[in-house]
Nanobody
Framework: QVQLVESGGGLVQPGGSLRLSCAASGNIFSIYAMRWYRQAPGEQRELVAHITRGGSTVYTDSVKGRFDISGDNAKNTVFLQMNSLTPEDTAVYYC???????????????WGQGTQVTVSS
């Protein structure tokens, strides 16, 4: 079993900042990449940021220059620092991990339960 637990969401005013954390635990052999997705009401889930074990990162255009994804490989943890937040960033943010549970297992996707981020004055 693998669990992903997110934390750090909440209510913030426009222009403010939040830092999300996601810790993966359980039967983990190796993590290939970790990602943050978000889903706003009535919208499809979208990829926000991605980081590989080697530290390579990718961001969706709308968050470039405002969000920063980082990871702690030793703790199987990923962070999302969100700055200059706008109401358009309001969504449930989900952590995703692509990992192997053993040397011979294929890569699998695992998801956290999501954390609400609300940007409003």
């Amino acid at each position: 079993q693998v669990q992903l637990v997110e934390s750090g969401g909440g209510l913030v005013q426009p222009g403010g900042s939040l830092r999300l954390s996601c810790a993966a635990s359980g039967n983990i052999f190796s993590i290939y990449a970790m990602r943050w997705y978000r889903q706003a009401p009535g919208e499809q889930r979208e990829l926000v940021a991605h980081i590989t074990r080697g530290g390579s990162t990718v961001y969706t255009d709308s968050v470039k220059g405002r969000f920063d994804i980082s990871g702690d490989n030793a703790k199987n943890t990923v962070f999302l620092q969100m700055n200059s937040l706008t109401p358009e960033d309001t969504a449930v943010y989900y952590c995703n991990a692509i990992l192997k549970t053993s040397y011979s297992s294929p890569l699998h996707d695992y998801w956290g339960q999501g954390t609400q981020v609300t940007v409003s004055s």
